[in-house]
Structures are given as C-alpha cells and as structure tokens.
C-alpha cells in the first residue's frame, strides 16, 4: 500500500470518528432531556404529596379527593418507572456510542501510524534511490576522466 492509499483511509476513518462523535453527542443530548423530564415528573410527585399532606392539615378530605389524589400520585410513579427505565436504554445506546468512538479513534491512529511508516519507507526508498543515481553519476564522470 501508498502512503497516498493510507492518506485515503485515514481521511475515511476521520470521517467515520466524526459521524460516530456526532452521533454520541446527539445520544447524550436525548439523555439529558430524558433525565431532565425525569426530573419534573418526580417534582410534580413531591409537590403533589405536599399538597395532599396541606389539604389534609386543613380540612378532613373527602373520599372523591384523596382517591383523586392518590390515582394521580400512582400514575406520576408509573411514569417516573418507565422514564427511569427509557433513561437506563438511552444510558445503554450512550454507552454503547462511547465504544464506537473509542474504536473509531483507535483505528484512525493505527492508520496514521501506518501511514507515517509508509511515508518514511518511501522517504527511505528515494534517498536510497537518488543516492545510486548520485554514485552512478559519479563513477560515470570518473570513468570518462581517466
């Protein structure tokens, strides 16, 4: 392989780690927003037992409020369950964007490593060229003095 060939692959595998940083910013910007709706569900739950343990303190609460209240409450908990849940798969699909672009930085590495290989190769493989042409040279003009 050229080092042109390398430079190619590297520019691809550049490519490739972008898209893939892209992609876990994205993921983890859903993850933020998961959490921070999370959030909200569970302070909406505290506010409402505030006010139910209020309402009560007061007055003596009628069976229509308190079941109202407390079917509310119970589905602010299930919500706060599968939000929970939503945020431990975006977690997942984070982590999981994380690995990817660890592998991506890897093999972009592993190929600009190649590729400086190569290049200095090449380098070697010119000087050693340009040197024979200097030698033949050399002799050349030698051989024509005597």
Not at 22 to 50: D, G
Not at 119 to 134: V, Y
Request: net charge neutral; proline share 0%.
């Amino acid at each position: 392989m050229t080092s042109k060939n390398i430079s190619r692959i590297v520019e691809w595998k550049a490519l490739v780690k972008e898209q893939a940083s892209a992609e876990m910013m994205k993921t983890r910007e859903k993850l933020i927003l998961e959490t921070s709706r999370l959030e909200e569900i569970r302070l909406k739950l505290v506010e409402n037992m505030e006010t139910m343990d209020h309402i009560q303190s007061l007055e003596s609460m009628d069976a229509g409020k308190l079941e109202l209240l407390s079917n509310y409450m119970i589905y602010l908990d299930k919500r706060m369950k599968e939000q929970e849940k939503k945020i431990e798969e975006i977690q997942k699909e984070v982590d999981l964007k994380q690995s990817e672009l660890r592998k991506a930085y890897r093999e972009e590495r592993v190929f600009e490593i190649l590729r400086s290989r190569i290049a200095g190769e090449e380098s070697k493989q010119r000087q050693a060229a340009e040197q024979k042409e200097t030698d033949f040279s050399a002799i050349k003009t030698r051989k024509t003095d005597l």
